[in-house]
């Protein structure tokens, strides 16, 4: 059975931090694009970050620029978004999805993504 399961959501404080994992199983991440996602209550879903290993690419949604980072550890077969200084307005289910080849241009709607997990929630909050 092919799927993803993300973990490590929950509550943190403002400028405290988080990793998020999403682990793999049935197939392997490695060779799949990876994007994380996240929506809000009362908001659309939003494309934070997603990272190809066929190109090398990775992109971030400029919401997160430089606050979080997306990383692999192929052994694993488990992607991790690291998610520093956050704020209230981080506050949302995250979810990971994959798919193949590349991230595309569209990446941070979603389309083409083949396997979704059914999320973590994060809450920033003091």
């Known amino acids: ?20 994992s999403c682990a793999a199983s049935g197939f392997t991440l490695d060779y799949h ?6 929506q809000a209550p009362g ?3 939003e494309g934070i970050s997603c990272t190809s290993s066929s190109d090398g690419t990775t992109y971030y949604a400029d919401s997160v620029k430089g606050r979080f980072t997306i ?6 077969n488990t992607v991790y978004l690291q998610m520093n200084s956050l704020r209230s307005e981080d506050t949302a289910v995250y979810y990971c999805a994959a798919k193949s080849y590349f991230c595309g241009i569209r990446w941070d709607s979603g389309y083409g993504m083949d396997y979704w997990g059914k999320g973590t929630l994060v809450t920033v909050s003091s």
């Open 71 to 76: 990383s692999r550890d192929n052994a694993k």
């Open 1 to 20: 059975q092919l799927q993803l399961v993300e973990s490590g959501g929950g509550l943190v404080q403002p400028g405290g931090s988080l990793r998020l």
């Open 33 to 38: 694009v990876i994007g994380w996602f996240r």
């Open 43 to 45: 908001k659309e879903r």
